[in-house]
C-alpha cells in the first residue's frame, strides 16, 4: 500500500482524546506513528454529533419512518457531545493545549456559570458555588456564622504554599484527613459537601476520611480557584466553539503536522505477537461509500496504544479491559436557560451526592448557540451519575430533570459500561486507556495520558513546548 | 475560525481575515504553492508538509482593503483520504490542486471538489490550480493535461481556475488575489460569519492582530 512504512514505533487504535494527546506528543518526539479508527469519522467516544446522527444513535427516540431532525433545523449547526466534560481553565489540558499550540487549531468560550444544588425537592437550593473569601461572605448556600467559618478557611486555602510551613496552620496535610482540617474550621456538612464536590471536584465521599487526602484536596480547590482567576465573573470551565469533538481532531492535526499517519475506516484483523509481546498488525481500510472489499495491509510494531474498545471482544479471545463502572446519561434539549443559572448561556450544576440521597454526585452540562453546537435559542444539557441500581435508570437522574424544566427531547439509553485494562501493559507491550470517566473535567484524562506514557515509554512525559519552535514557518 | 471584518484605524479602511484550505493528490504541490505564496521561496527537495501546516499572509486588494488568509495546508493525512472534519469546518475558501504532467491527479482534484460540496460550507469559494507549468514550458509533451480542458471543467463547477508554477511563480499571486476579490467583503457580517472579533477566551500563545491587523503605527 502506497506510502506505509514497514514498521511503526507505535499503532494507535482509536482516536478518542487520549490517544490522540499521546499520538501528537509521541510524533513531536519523532517517533514513528500509525494511528487508525474503526470509524469514519474522529474522537470515538468523545466525538460530537449532529442532530440527525444524534437520533440516529438513539433509535428509540422515534418511530421508525419520522424524521424528527428535520425540525431542528441546519443539522450542521449542532455538534452534540457524547461525553458531558468541560475543561480546567488553568487545568492539565489547557496548559498541554497552549504549549503544544493546539489552540492554533481550536477556539473556546468560558462556561458562564459553576452552580451547586443544596437540599432536594422542592425546597432545593441552586446557587453560585463561592470560590473566593468574599463570595463564600455573599453565599445564600450558609447562614451568617457559617459565612465567616468559610471565609477563613477559604483565606488558608488560598494563603497554603506546600514549601512555606507558616502557612500551614498548624495542620500536617500529608498526614491528616480532610475530616480533621473541616473540623478545625468548624464547617457544616453542607458546606463540606459544596466544597468537596463542586470545587474539589470529588464524586463520593470517600476522600473525607482518607489519610493523607487532604493535600490533595487542597490542591484541587486552589486548582478550582485559580481557574475562576482566568476569566473573572466566569466559571473557572472553558469549552471549545464546535464541542467537544474540536479537541481530538487538533491533537490529531498536531501528529499529522508532525508526521503521524492517519486511517479512518480500518479494521484491525489480527494483532501479532512474538515471544508474548506484540510485533504487528494486520487491518483492512474500507473504501468509503463503496460495498468493496477494502485494502489489506501489515505492518511492524513495537508498541500499541488503544482505547479500551479494540481490546473487549471474547469471540476473539483479546480481552484485555475489565468493566469498572457503569455511567448513566442522558442527553436533553431545551429551548430555554436553565432555572437559578442567572439566564447564563452556559452552566455546570453539581448536585452532590448526599444532597438527594446517593453514593454519587449527578453533574448537569449545560452549553448553548455561543459554542456553536446548536442553533440560536436552544441549549444542550447532558445529565451524567454513575449508576448505582440495576434498573430505574431514569430515577436516578430525576433530580437532574428537576432542574432542567421543559425538555424538548430526551436522549438516553441503558448505562454505558466505563473499562480499565487488566494489565499495565508492561508484560505485551500492549497499552490501555481507561473510558471517559463520569467526572466532569478532563483532569483524569490528562492524569491517564500521562500514566499511558509513563508505562509505554519507561519515564514521565514531558509536553513538548511548541510556542518558540523555529521550523513553523510563517508564525509572523 | 471564520471570517473576521473589522474597520481599521483609517475611515473607510476594511480587514477581513478568511480561513483557506489545500486539497489535492500528494506531491502536486500544494505545500510548494503556500510557501511560494507566504514565504516567496521555492524548494526542490522539499520532502513532505512537516511544520508547515498552519500559516498567514495577508494582501492589499486596494488601499482601504486588506485581507488576511488563515492557510491550513493538509499535513499529508489526505494520503488516505483521513481529513478530521475540522480541516474544512468554517472554511470560507479553497484551493484544489493538481499537477499538469500527472493526469490522475485531476481525477483526485475533482474528487476533492466533490467532497467540498458536500462537506463545507455552502458559499465556499473553490479554486482551482493546475501546478507546475514551468515543467511544460521546457518540455511541452509533458503536458498530461490540456488547459482547454481544465478550464472547461472549472467554469461547469463554478471555480476558479489558474496554472501555476510555485517553483517560477507563475500566477500564485494572481491566484490568491483572484480568491480574496471573490471573497463576500460587503456581507462578512452575515450568518456563518462574524462581524466583529469574538470576546471570548484566547488561549493562542500570540493572537493573529484580528484589529486592523495591528498596522496602525500612529
Ligand atoms: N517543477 C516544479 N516542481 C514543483 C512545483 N511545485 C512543487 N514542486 C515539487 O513537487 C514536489 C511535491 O511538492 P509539495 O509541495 O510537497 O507537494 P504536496 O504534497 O502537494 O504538498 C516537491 O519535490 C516540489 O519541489 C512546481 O511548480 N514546479
Ligand atoms: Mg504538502
Redesign the interface.
Given at each position: 500500500m502506497?506510502?506505509l512504512a514497514p514498521e511503526y514505533d507505535v499503532v494507535l487504535l482509536g482516536t478518542g482524546l487520549t490517544e490522540c494527546i499521546l499520538s501528537g506528543i509521541m510524533s513531536v518526539e519523532e517517533k514513528k506513528v500509525l494511528h487508525i479508527d474503526r470509524n469514519d469519522?474522529?474522537g470515538g467516544e468523545s466525538a460530537s454529533l449532529n442532530i440527525e446522527a444524534l437520533f440516529k444513535k438513539y433509535p428509540d427516540s422515534y418511530s421508525k419512518g419520522e424524521e424528527p431532525w428535520m425540525k431542528y433545523g441546519r443539522g450542521n449547526d449542532w455538534n452534540v457531545d457524547l461525553v458531558p466534560k468541560l475543561l480546567m481553565?488553568n487545568g492539565d489540558l489547557?496548559k498541554t493545549?497552549?504549549k503544544t499550540?493546539v489552540?492554533?487549531?481550536?477556539?473556546?468560550?468560558?462556561i458562564a456559570g459553576s452552580y451547586v444544588q443544596k437540599g432536594s425537592g422542592a425546597t432545593a437550593t441552586v446557587a453560585k458555588v463561592p470560590s473566593k473569601p468574599t463570595e463564600a461572605l455573599l453565599s445564600p448556600l450558609m447562614g451568617l456564622f457559617e459565612k465567616r467559618r468559610a471565609k477563613r478557611f477559604f483565606e488558608w486555602v488560598r494563603d497554603f504554599k506546600d514549601e512555606d510551613p507558616s502557612t500551614y496552620g498548624g495542620l500536617d496535610l500529608n498526614q491528616c484527613t480532610m475530616k480533621e482540617v473541616y473540623d478545625k474550621f468548624g464547617l457544616e456538612a453542607t458546606t463540606r459537601d459544596f466544597i468537596g464536590h463542586a470545587m474539589a471536584l470529588y464524586q463520593t465521599d470517600a476522600y473525607i476520611n482518607q489519610k493523607g487526602a487532604a493535600k490533595e484536596t487542597v490542591d484541587r480547590i486552589q486548582l478550582y480557584g485559580n481557574s475562576v482567576n482566568q476569566?473573572p465573573g466566569k466559571s473557572p470551565y472553558?469549552y471549545p466553539?464546535?464541542g467537544l469533538g474540536?479537541l481530538p481532531?487538533?491533537f490529531?492535526?498536531l501528529s499529522?503536522?508532525?508526521?503521524g499517519?492517519?486511517?479512518?475506516n480500518t479494521n484491525i484483523d489480527e494483532i501479532e505477537y512474538e515471544g508474548g509481546k506484540v510485533s504487528g498488525i494486520k487491518a483492512t481500510?474500507r473504501v468509503?461509500s463503496e460495498d468493496s472489499e477494502g485494502t489489506m495491509f501489515s505492518t511492524k510494531t513495537k508498541k500499541i496504544i488503544a482505547d479500551p474498545t479494540y481490546f473487549n471482544d471474547a469471540n476473539k479471545g483479546n480481552v484485555k479491559v475489565k468493566q469498572v463502572a457503569k455511567l448513566l446519561k442522558a442527553i436533553c434539549i431545551l429551548t430555554h436557560p436553565v432555572a437559578n443559572t442567572n439566564n447564563s448561556d452556559s452552566a455546570q450544576i453539581i448536585i452532590p451526592q448526599s444532597q438527594v440521597g446517593r453514593k454519587n454526585d449527578i453533574y448537569i452540562a449545560i452549553v448553548s448557540s455561543v459554542h456553536h453546537v446548536c442553533p440560536q435559542g436552544y441549549y444542550i444539557a447532558i445529565v451524567s451519575t454513575i449508576a448505582e441500581g440495576k434498573d430505574n435508570w431514569h430515577l436516578e437522574l430525576q433530580p437532574g430533570f428537576d432542574r432542567l424544566g421543559k425538555i424538548e427531547e430526551k436522549f438516553m439509553k441503558e448505562p454505558i459500561p466505563l473499562y480499565e485494562p487488566l494489565e499495565d501493559g508492561r508484560n505485551d507491550n500492549i497499552f490501555i486507556s481507561k473510558s471517559y470517566d463520569a467526572t466532569s473535567h478532563f483532569e483524569t484524562t490528562t492524569e491517564d495520558v500521562r500514566d499511558i506514557y509513563r508505562r509505554a515509554e519507561g519515564k514521565e512525559m514531558v509536553v513538548p513546548d511548541l510556542?518558540l519552535?523555529a521550523?513553523?514557518?510563517?508564525?509572523? | 475560525?471564520s471570517s473576521r471584518v473589522s474597520t481599521g484605524a483609517r475611515p473607510g479602511a476594511r480587514f477581513a481575515q478568511f480561513k483557506l484550505v489545500l486539497l489535492g493528490e500528494?506531491a502536486v504541490g500544494k505545500s510548494s504553492l503556500v510557501?511560494r505564496f507566504?514565504?516567496d521561496q521555492f524548494d526542490d527537495y522539499r520532502e513532505?508538509?512537516?511544520?508547515?501546516?498552519?500559516?498567514?499572509?495577508t494582501i492589499s486588494l486596494d488601499d482601504a482593503t486588506t485581507v488576511k488568509f488563515e492557510?491550513w495546508d493538509?499535513?499529508?493525512?489526505e494520503?488516505?483520504?483521513?481529513l478530521?472534519?475540522?480541516?474544512y469546518?468554517n472554511a470560507n475558501c479553497a484551493v484544489v490542486v493538481y499537477d499538469i504532467t500527472q493526469a490522475s491527479s485531476l481525477d483526485k482534484a475533482k474528487s476533492w471538489v466533490k467532497e467540498l460540496q458536500r462537506q463545507a460550507n455552502e458559499n465556499i469559494i473553490i479554486a482551482l490550480a493546475g501546478n507546475k507549468s514551468d515543467l511544460v514550458a521546457e518540455h511541452p509533451d509533458k503536458r498530461a493535461i490540456t488547459t482547454a480542458d481544465a478550464e472547461a471543467y472549472a467554469r461547469e463547477a463554478g471555480l476558479l481556475f489558474f496554472e501555476t508554477s510555485a517553483k517560477t511563480a507563475e500566477n500564485v499571486r494572481e491566484l490568491f488575489t483572484a480568491i480574496a476579490r471573490k471573497l463576500p467583503l460587503e456581507q462578512a457580517g452575515n450568518r456563518g460569519m462574524r462581524a466583529n472579533p469574538?470576546q471570548?477566551?484566547d488561549?493562542?500563545?500570540?493572537a493573529?492582530g484580528t484589529q486592523g491587523g495591528g498596522a496602525c503605527n500612529c
Open positions: 502506497e506510502e469519522h474522529y481553565a489547557t493545549l497552549i499550540k489552540t492554533d487549531y481550536v477556539e473556546f468560550e468560558p476569566y472553558i466553539l464546535y474540536e481532531q487538533s490529531a492535526r499529522a503536522v508532525r508526521g499517519t492517519y486511517m479512518l481500510m468509503r510556542r519552535d521550523n513553523l514557518v510563517g508564525q509572523e | 475560525m500528494s510557501l507566504v514565504k513532505s508538509t512537516i511544520g508547515a501546516a498552519f500559516l498567514t499572509q492557510i493538509t499535513a499529508g493525512q494520503r488516505y483520504k483521513s478530521a472534519p475540522m480541516y469546518r469574538r471570548g477566551v488561549l493562542r500563545p500570540e493573529p
